[in-house]
């Protein structure tokens, strides 16, 4: 690597946050060679370009000769490291790096399921969820830890983790012997027709309750008992209490449910998603081509949108768009939204190209008609127009007052679940692109950045 092309990517690394994220490494082409996660991107990052850094002999023969091919490294900020790792692992599995070795295969991070459709629900580790009739907290960083947490939990809730079919009406269940849970006091035994279902389920609420809170109260809880076993010279119970202190505080090295989709988990055929959402809106046939937006920006500054395409149910790469905000100044989705459509959409207006089967935008009431709006000005509209709630994961459909709310399995929530997750990234990754120059050239303009050389060779 050149001289003048090590101090540049050296200046470009200064202006990164010192916060956790993942950063993608890029050659001159833009291709991803290697994707890494970080606890602190400005220092992971830059460890890789220090004169002091032994790469040949810590990262290997493969990651130096990685090195010596990048011209550019893009990072996107994350919430913790365990989001890091998340997000890490899903864009490796996606964008398949040719440097990266972990986290190619089709494993998954598991998931922690309470089997609600039983009359008696189970609690399990598991990575692959039922399509229906659970409620599913995780992914989880670590599984061995999840497990732990499990059956350190089930001393105070009680639940069952048996794979039995125990079924309310059932009055066999009054000759069942139970098994050895029941006997240590870590499961109520309904199974043997022990506990009622009524009782059961508040137990299994207490248990949901406890996984939605932040546990402070227990953490502590089990601290001070740890420090005065501890006192009173009763190790043995100190190491106990200690184990399920740490198995306790493992649960909250997790993602959530829908930010940290692992599509493979939830894999559904694109061509039944398409005909359940020709269903939904009434389509005489399935929508072959589809198009989503979404807008991104940070309190107003370096607003982008961005427009993602699917065809038959899959991304169509060569389709996506972005687009820098210009007629908009401050927070205002909707103008963006509508700017968005007029710059996108003009030539289909005219009749010089077709519209999307589908066009559906990342928002609520308010965001689809803003788009309506826009719509309603040119000469042709399009065919369908709808808009995705986040919260509720409502859709709203136009010339429908009332949003349509489907159940979270369904294969058509599922395929607007993933553009809209696609939109948002796409959006977002734009966004951190124009948010990173942004910072050097101010940082080079106040005299912190030497300029860039034009032409190193024409220098030597």
Same mark, same amino acid.
């Given at each position: 690597?050149?001289?003048?092309?090590?101090?540049?990517?050296?200046?470009?690394?200064?202006?990164?946050?010192?916060?956790?994220?993942?950063? #993608?490494?890029?050659?001159?082409?833009?291709? @991803?060679?290697?994707? +890494?996660?970080?606890?602190?991107?400005?220092?992971?990052?830059?460890?890789?370009?220090?004169?002091?850094?032994?790469?040949?002999?810590?990262?290997?023969?493969?990651?130096?000769?990685?090195?010596?091919?990048?011209?550019?490294?893009?990072?996107?900020?994350? !919430?913790?490291?365990?989001?890091? #790792?998340?997000?890490?692992?899903?864009?490796?599995?996606?964008?398949?790096?040719?440097? /990266?070795?972990?986290?190619?295969?089709?494993?998954?991070?598991?998931? #922690?399921?309470?089997?609600? +459709?039983?009359?008696?629900?189970?609690?399990?580790?598991? =990575?692959?969820?039922?399509?229906? +009739?659970?409620?599913?907290?995780?992914?989880?960083?670590?599984?061995?830890?999840?497990?732990?947490?499990?059956?350190?939990?089930?001393?105070?809730?009680?639940?069952?983790?048996?794979?039995?079919?125990?079924?309310? +009406?059932?009055?066999?269940?009054?000759?069942? %012997?139970?098994?050895?849970?029941?006997?240590?006091?870590?499961?109520?035994?309904?199974?043997?027709?022990? @506990?009622?279902?009524?009782?059961?389920?508040?137990?299994?609420? *207490? &248990?949901?309750?406890?996984?939605?809170?932040?546990?402070?109260?227990?953490?502590?809880?089990?601290?001070?008992?740890?420090?005065?076993?501890?006192? $009173?010279?009763?190790?043995?119970?100190?190491?106990?209490?200690?184990?399920?202190?740490?198995?306790?505080?493992?649960?909250?090295?997790?993602?959530?449910?829908?930010?940290?989709?692992?599509?493979?988990? &939830?894999?559904?055929?694109?061509?039944?998603?398409?005909?359940?959402?020709?269903?939904?809106? /009434?389509? !005489?046939?399935?929508?072959?081509?589809?198009?989503?937006?979404?807008?991104?920006?940070?309190?107003?500054?370096?607003?982008?949108?961005?427009?993602?395409?699917?065809?038959?149910?899959?991304?169509?790469?060569?389709?996506?768009? %972005?687009?820098?905000?210009?007629?908009?100044?401050?927070?205002?989705?909707? $103008?963006?939204?509508?700017?968005?459509?007029?710059?996108?959409?003009?030539?289909?207006?005219?009749?010089?190209?077709?519209?999307?089967?589908?066009?559906?935008?990342?928002?609520?009431?308010?965001?689809?008609?803003?788009?309506?709006?826009?719509?309603?000005?040119?000469?042709? *509209?399009?065919?369908? @127009?709808?808009? #995705?709630?986040? *919260?509720?994961? !409502? @859709?709203?459909?136009?010339?429908?007052?009332?949003?349509?709310?489907?159940?979270?399995? /369904?294969?058509?929530? =599922?395929?607007?679940?993933?553009?809209?997750?696609?939109?948002?990234?796409?959006?977002?990754?734009?966004?951190?692109?124009? *948010?990173?120059?942004?910072?050097?050239?101010?940082?080079?303009?106040?005299?912190?950045?030497?300029?860039?050389? %034009?032409?190193?060779?024409? /220098?030597?």
């Amino acid at each position: 690597m050149q001289n003048s092309q090590l101090e540049s990517i050296r200046a470009h690394i200064a202006a990164f946050p010192k916060c956790p994220g993942v950063y #993608l490494m890029k050659d001159a082409e833009g291709r @991803v060679l290697y994707v +890494g996660k970080a606890k602190d991107l400005r220092s992971r990052v830059g460890s890789y370009f220090q004169p002091s850094a032994d790469l040949m002999n810590t990262r290997g023969p493969d990651i130096c000769r990685m090195v010596d091919k990048v011209v550019d490294i893009d990072f996107i900020e994350t !919430e913790s490291e365990v989001d890091a #790792l998340l997000q890490e692992a899903r864009l490796i599995k996606d964008i398949q790096p040719p440097h /990266n070795v972990m986290l190619k295969d089709g494993k998954t991070f598991p998931y #922690l399921e309470i089997t609600t +459709g039983d009359d008696f629900p189970g609690v399990y580790v598991t =990575r692959t969820p039922r399509i229906k +009739g659970s409620k599913l907290y995780g992914p989880f960083a670590s599984p061995m830890a999840l497990r732990d947490a499990i059956n350190a939990l089930q001393k105070a809730f009680k639940y069952r983790t048996c794979e039995l079919d125990i079924r309310d +009406g059932d009055d066999a269940r009054r000759f069942f %012997r139970p098994c050895l849970l029941h006997a240590i006091d870590r499961c109520t035994a309904p199974c043997a027709d022990l @506990v009622s279902r009524e009782e059961y389920k508040k137990d299994i609420d *207490r &248990f949901k309750k406890f996984m939605a809170s932040k546990r402070s109260a227990l953490t502590r809880q089990l601290t001070k008992e740890m420090e005065d076993a501890a006192k $009173a010279l009763r190790f043995e119970e100190a190491a106990k209490l200690r184990d399920r202190l740490k198995a306790l505080q493992s649960l909250d090295l997790s993602g959530d449910v829908h930010t940290n989709v692992q599509p493979e988990v &939830f894999y559904i055929d694109p061509r039944e998603g398409l005909q359940k959402l020709a269903d939904v809106l /009434n389509l !005489e046939t399935p929508p072959r081509c589809m198009e989503c937006m979404d807008i991104a920006h940070l309190q107003g500054e370096e607003t982008v949108g961005s427009l993602i395409c699917f065809i038959d149910g899959k991304p169509f790469k060569s389709g996506y768009r %972005r687009f820098k905000i210009q007629s908009v100044d401050g927070i205002d989705d909707y $103008a963006c939204i509508q700017e968005v459509i007029r710059r996108r959409y003009r030539y289909a207006a005219e009749g010089e190209e077709l519209y999307p089967d589908v066009i559906v935008i990342d928002g609520g009431l308010g965001q689809l008609h803003a788009g309506l709006d826009v719509f309603g000005e040119m000469n042709m *509209r399009p065919p369908m @127009v709808i808009s #995705l709630a986040k *919260r509720e994961e !409502e @859709v709203y459909i136009q010339a429908k007052s009332a949003p349509i709310r489907l159940a979270r399995n /369904n294969p058509a929530l =599922r395929i607007l679940q993933q553009m809209r997750d696609e939109a948002h990234r796409f959006a977002q990754h734009y966004h951190h692109i124009l *948010r990173n120059k942004k910072t050097f050239e101010t940082e080079r303009a106040e005299g912190r950045r030497p300029p860039k050389t %034009r032409n190193p060779k024409r /220098n030597r």
